[in-house]
């Protein structure tokens, strides 16, 4: 019964309404312990009921209207399919043809690329899952929703890779053949020569700059008293 306070004492107040939990609690433990329980199909749901939330005002869940409606489904098929692996195999194709529609519409509606990639994705993993259990026009409309996200993504991939070509000029070389030039006179008979080599380099951030090298090379003179005689 409710309570109120009245000369610093706490009394029943008989104006008030009965608590809620006279009905919600009291009742229904009172009818589990002289009722029965009636057959009834149950249905384990994974919710993966995860909040997240990063610097902002309202967090991320997963709906529960969404989980409503997947129960609701499962217990209309319920009705209709009596047999539980059947009605699971009705609701499994009725998912995987839903989740194909829907990322039908995403693709023609061009969604942005990472959303249209997860939703491919769980396209394709429903139908590994389900293996030859599919049905036919259920598989054919699941494929066809994963070929034409994939030709989406690459269209998009493409247009990204169009946007981001870096044009590189061609390279002009920074010496050529006459700005090198290198002087090698013929060796005459019995003697020796003397090389004289220039070079010059005139590019990029190296200063202009000339250098000559020397270099001797003897060549060794053979006189024709120096040759043995044979006897």
């Known amino acids: 019964m409710p309570k109120t306070v009245k000369a610093k004492s706490e009394v029943l107040e008989e104006r008030d309404t009965i608590h809620p939990g006279f009905l919600t609690e009291n009742f229904m433990n009172i009818l589990e312990a002289l009722g029965d329980a009636p057959p009834v199909m149950t249905f384990r749901k994974h919710i993966r009921d995860d909040v997240i939330w990063h610097k902002s005002r309202i967090p991320w869940k997963r709906s529960l209207f969404w989980l409503v409606l997947r129960v609701a489904l499962q217990s209309a098929l319920n009705l209709s399919f009596p047999d539980n692996d059947v009605m699971h195999i009705q609701y499994k194709n009725f998912m995987l043809f839903f989740i194909s529609k829907i990322t039908d519409f ?61 044009r590189i000029p061609s390279l002009t070389p920074s010496t050529t053949d006459d700005l090198v030039p290198l002087e090698q006179p013929r060796v005459p008979p019995g003697g020796t020569v003397t090389m004289h080599r220039t070079a010059s380099v005139t590019a990029g951030t190296i200063p202009s700059s000339s250098a000559r090298f020397i270099e001797s090379v003897g060549i060794a003179e053979i006189q024709p008293d120096d040759l043995a005689e044979l006897d």
């Open 106 to 166: 995403a693709t023609a509606q061009i969604t942005a690329p990472d959303i249209l990639a997860i939703m491919k994705a769980k396209v394709g993993h429903r139908s590994r899952k389900m293996g030859a259990s599919t049905m036919p026009f259920v598989s054919q409309s699941a494929l066809d929703a994963v070929r034409a996200a994939e030709l989406s993504l690459e269209a998009s991939w493409k247009l990204i890779q169009n946007e981001e070509i870096i």
